[in-house]
């Protein structure tokens, strides 16, 4: 049985920083990566990482925010420093077996965990 379970969201101040985490059980998937959606809109990939440690990042998080992995542990990060209140979004980590930020490729998805930047 395949279980993403996130936490770390919260409230912040804006300029501020949150890290986030995926722990992930089940099965050892290829590709993790982090989405969010906030209110009104559609949800958006922001990070991805493979096995070997490369990333790709959406332009609206690039330089501010880093995705990581601890393969052994099968856990997922996401480090968000500066925040800016755009950035206030639920927040999912997923997992699959392609390097995209293409929600699509993506067949395992956690609960959530929301962000609010004031």
């Known amino acids: 049985h395949v279980q993403l379970v996130e936490s770390g969201g919260g409230s912040a101040l804006a300029g501020g920083s949150v890290r986030l985490s995926c722990a992930a059980s089940g099965y050892a998937f290829n590709t993790y990566s982090w989405f969010r959606q906030a209110p009104g809109q559609e949800r958006e990939g922001i990070a991805v990482?493979?096995?070997?440690?490369?990333?790709r990042y959406a332009d609206s998080v690039i330089g501010r925010f880093t995705i990581s992995r601890v393969n052994t542990a099968n856990t997922l990060y996401l480090e968000m420093n500066p925040l800016k209140t755009e950035d206030t979004a639920k927040y999912y980590c997923?997992?699959?077996?392609?390097?995209?930020?293409?929600?699509?490729?993506?067949?395992?998805w956690g609960q959530g965990t929301q962000v609010t930047v004031s």
């Open positions: 997923a997992a699959g077996e392609s390097f995209t930020l293409n929600e699509e490729s993506f067949d395992h």
């Open positions: 990482i493979e096995p070997r440690g490369n990333v």
